[in-house]
T-cell receptor
Framework: DQQVKQNSPSLSVQEGRISILNCDYTNSMFDYFLWYKKYPAEGPTFLISISSIKDKNEDGRFTVFLNKSAKHLSLHIVPSQPGDSAVYFCAASEGNFNKFYFGSGTKLNVKP | ETGVTQTPRHLVMGMTNKKSLKCEQHLGHNAMYWYKQSAKKPLELMFVYSLEERVENNSVPSRFSPECPNSSHLFLHLHTLQPEDSALYLC???????????????FGSGTRLTVV
């Protein structure tokens, strides 16, 4: 049973516009969420995180929003750049940081 | 070298072969993990080692056997695999079993395994 879901396998956005990647989860006990970015032939790299005590965290062009009542989080990238083209994974943990549950990823293509 | 290093990057093996994947971290972390990434599926946690003790085994078949001789090294021994075991195997490390939460794991680049 998949506890973290990314329902859009791919997303295509024009350079300079906003990219919005979505993630839904089923476990209301999850209290820590991360986004990872993965380029081909490389391992995932940490991008941004948010804890359940917040509803927004911003780092430069990247902002993560958390809606606990809807069990939904989203990653906003603005403005999008061609170098942002990658697969983005969301992950969630219920305080046991030994165990993160990952979504299946969304492949973002930013067109020049 | 820095970060998490995995070798080999690519591996093709027959179903009767025995091979091992190697992971080494140079970050001073005390927890290490094996994840499996199959096409269009979420990353699946396989094994967790914290302070060199295996703390989690997510119902992984016995044809996968992990070994953690010290906090910097992690192996995954493979024996009589099936074609459906073909996947990207990712090693990760963290401090205090989670990178204190804020940064999660540091991943290696993975080993692309093909079982023929």
């Amino acid at each position: 049973d998949q506890q973290v879901k990314q329902n859009s396998p791919s997303l295509s956005v024009q350079e300079g516009r906003i990219s919005i990647l979505n993630c839904d989860y089923t476990n209301s006990m999850f209290d820590y969420f991360l986004w990872y970015k993965k380029y081909p032939a490389e391992g995932p790299t940490f991008l941004i995180s948010i804890s359940s005590i917040k509803d927004k965290n911003e780092d430069g062009r990247f902002t993560v929003f958390l809606n606990k009542s809807a069990k939904h989080l989203s990653l906003h990238i603005v403005p999008s750049q061609p170098g942002d083209s990658a697969v983005y994974f969301c992950a969630a943990s219920e305080g046991n940081f030994n165990k993160f549950y990952f979504g299946s990823g969304t492949k973002l293509n930013v067109k020049p | 070298e820095t970060g998490v290093t995995q070798t080999p990057r690519h591996l093709v093996m027959g179903m009767t072969n025995k091979k091992s994947l190697k992971c080494e971290q140079h970050l001073g972390h005390n927890a290490m993990y094996w994840y499996k990434q199959s096409a269009k599926k979420p990353l699946e946690l396989m094994f967790v080692y914290s302070l060199e003790e295996r703390v989690e085994n997510n119902s992984v078949p016995s044809r996968f056997s992990p070994e953690c001789p010290n906090s910097s090294h992690l192996f995954l021994h493979l024996h009589t695999l099936q074609p459906e075991d073909s996947a990207l195997y990712l090693c990760a490390s963290s401090q205090d079993g989670g990178g204190t939460g804020e940064y999660g794991y540091t991943f290696g680049s993975g080993t692309r395994l093909t079982v023929v």
